[in-house]
């Protein structure tokens, strides 16, 4: 295999995760994870239900401090990659606030920016709704909008601090199908646009397969990497691949088998 001289955005090493207890001692959910993301991938994560995919994604964005291993992120500690505002994140439900109309939600990051400048060459709202399909709704508030249509948005606020890690925790899991697959065409041109490193978890093993370069299975109890499999066999250079490539069949057929197991 080629050998890989891409950067190192993520390097977990024998990383525990875990929360407070009421008593003081951390309970455990993710347990002796090794894992090296380099700078650019896209990296899909599947897993059970409780297995710890939010928790992973929490201690990279920095909300939740490592039990005990290491955790870097471009080489210095998460807190620091947060500081520098590396790594955006996009939840489930898009949380947007209600009261703000489209672009004041995408310039958000700016407006509580914690005294970074924002750099005059940096994206603009208007430039990223236009981005996202979003032209001549950059004055509705989020009721007068569709589920996807505010995903989308949620995924502009993401970018506009031209993040280097993008974190998305389910982030299309409540629309339907074919919505949900143009936007996965969409992240893919976006993601090959910007370059970023992206970390994705789903429950859609459709999903997992066609955005992944890699895919990630956790399993549960205690949370910990299954098998981490490599799609780029599967995927034309600019990484994408046909759903009904009986390759990508193959695959996904695997992926669920696998999942049974954990
Ligand atoms: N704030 C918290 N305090 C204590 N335990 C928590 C907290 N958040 C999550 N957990 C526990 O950590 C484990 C992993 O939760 P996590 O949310 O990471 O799972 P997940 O893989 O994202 O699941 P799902 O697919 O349902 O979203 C679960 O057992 C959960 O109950
Ligand atoms: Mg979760």
Redesign the pocket.
């Known amino acids: 295999m080629r050998e890989d001289h891409r950067n190192i955005a993520i390097e977990a090493k024998a990383l525990n995760v875990?929360?407070?207890?009421p008593s003081g001692t951390p309970?455990v959910?993710?347990k002796n994870f090794d894992l090296t993301v380099p700078e650019g991938e896209f990296l899909t994560i599947i897993?059970?239900?409780?297995?710890?995919?939010?928790?992973?994604?929490?201690a990279v964005a920095d909300l939740?401090e490592p039990v005990s291993g290491s955790l870097s992120v471009f080489g210095g500690d998460a807190s620091e990659a947060r500081r520098r505002r590396d790594v955006a994140f996009v939840f489930?439900d898009s949380t947007l606030l209600p009261w703000r109309t489209v672009t004041e939600n995408v310039s958000l990051p700016h407006d509580v920016g914690g005294g970074l400048s924002r750099r005059d060459d940096g994206p603009s709202a208007e430039g990223l709704l236009d981005l996202m399909g979003l032209k001549g709704m950059e004055h509705r508030y989020p009721s007068q909008l569709s589920g996807g249509q505010r995903q989308r948005v949620a995924i502009a606020r993401a970018l506009i601090t031209e993040p280097r890690i993008l974190l998305m925790?389910?982030p299309f899991g409540a629309l339907d199908e074919i919505t949900r697959d143009r936007l996965n065409d969409e992240l893919l041109k976006l993601w090959r646009r910007t370059g970023s490193t992206i970390l994705f978890?789903t429950?859609s093993i459709m999903e997992a397969t066609y955005l992944g370069q890699r895919v990630m299975v956790?399993a549960?109890n205690p949370?910990r990497i299954h098998e981490v499999h490599d799609l780029r066999p599967l995927k034309s250079a600019d990484g994408t691949c046909s759903r009904e490539d009986p390759l990508v069949v193959a695959a996904m057929a695997e992926l669920r088998r696998e999942l049974a197991l954990c």
Do not use: I, M
């Open positions: 875990g929360y407070r207890t309970a959910v993710l897993g059970p239900s409780g297995c710890g995919k939010s928790t992973f994604l929490r939740l489930q925790d389910e978890v429950h956790l549960a949370g």
